[in-house]
């Protein structure tokens, strides 16, 4: 029995492993890339780890003891799997079973989600997609803690250990239902603008004023704020059944065929959608291939690549 498995290097098993196969001192060091004296070397350590001579000269080379007979399957194994330790696993999505959960706002569902589990469910069929409300704060701890994988933020978002990609730069349209008395109109103007009542979507809940009311006060200008509503995605139901006028994303409308939308009156900074993930599953083939298919999803500019330049980190 070995002495310790603290002192015995791995080394050694390959050594012993050498000499077994080639029944020669001389040839395992020809195998092994070192020099027949350091061989020998190699093969007193093995002895004394053991507690055992292991090899015995003879006329053509050395044989292995009925000790080294015993240790030498177990000991190729070991190292057979220490080798596929050391393999990238190959990532197939038709066989994957796996969770994946992703934190993000319920205007992400509609951009991102929707069209990302529609592709996933076809390539992917037995992976699994949980989604959580995003509360930005937590995201760090989250995503350290594994409680997610991902996290659809805003692009000035930024933790320690933490990778991310771009998504897309999203624009904000003037939306409203396609009966509106505005839907008539080509180009909308300012004045109607301020006076048709609007929703405005507020992601902290309760505010009426926003980016557009901040474009509006530098000209001096304000609108009509009836409805504030914490809840994207029952804007356009509301739109649909009102004379209301709603500034929102534009991919939370482009697929709605009863909705109208036109280009704000005035310029309204939009944002920039960013996938998020920690270290941990950075070299993840399985993570890779989903980071890939969302952002293949959200049909992301060619320029916009996941780059080494794309990692934040802080000290």
């Known amino acids: 029995m070995m002495k310790s498995l603290r002192t015995l290097d791995l080394n050694l098993l390959k050594a012993f492993d050498a000499l077994c196969d080639e029944r020669s001192v001389s040839k395992a060091a020809e195998r092994l890339a070192i020099s027949q004296p350091a061989m020998s070397g190699v093969l007193l350590r093995l002895r004394e780890s053991f507690d055992d001579p292991l090899f015995v000269r003879v006329q053509r080379g050395i044989e292995p003891t009925n000790r080294a007979l015993e240790l030498a399957v177990p000991i190729k194994n070991i190292l057979n799997e220490v080798e596929q330790l050391l393999q990238t696993e190959q990532f197939n999505p038709l066989e994957a079973d796996m969770v994946v959960t992703i934190a993000c706002t319920d205007y992400s569902l509609r951009a991102i989600i929707k069209p990302f589990l529609i592709e996933l469910n076809r390539q992917a069929p037995n992976i699994k997609l949980a989604t959580v409300n995003i509360d930005e704060s937590l995201v760090p701890q989250q995503l350290t803690k594994r409680q997610i994988d991902f996290a659809l933020t805003t692009a000035d978002f930024q933790a320690a250990d933490t990778h991310f990609r771009y998504l897309y730069q999203e624009k904000y349209v003037c939306a409203m239902r396609a009966t509106h008395p505005l839907a008539k109109q080509s180009q909308l103007s300012l004045t109607d603008f301020c006076r048709y009542p609007q929703a405005l979507f507020s992601y902290s809940g309760g505010s009426f004023t926003g980016v557009t009311d901040e474009a509006l006060a530098e000209l001096g200008k304000q609108r009509n704020v009836v409805l504030s509503s914490q809840n ?31 280009e704000p009156p005035l310029p309204i900074k939009g944002f920039t959608k960013t996938l998020v993930w920690h270290e941990r599953t950075h070299r993840d083939p399985a993570y890779i291939w989903l980071r890939h298919l969302i952002a293949q999803c959200c049909q992301a500019k060619a320029h916009i690549s996941e780059t080494d330049n794309n990692y934040q980190q802080k000290p």
């Open 232 to 262: 994207f995605l029952i804007l356009p139901e509301i739109l649909q059944q009102s004379d209301l006028l709603a500034v929102v994303p534009a991919r939370l409308v482009q697929p709605l065929a009863d909705i109208y939308y036109l």
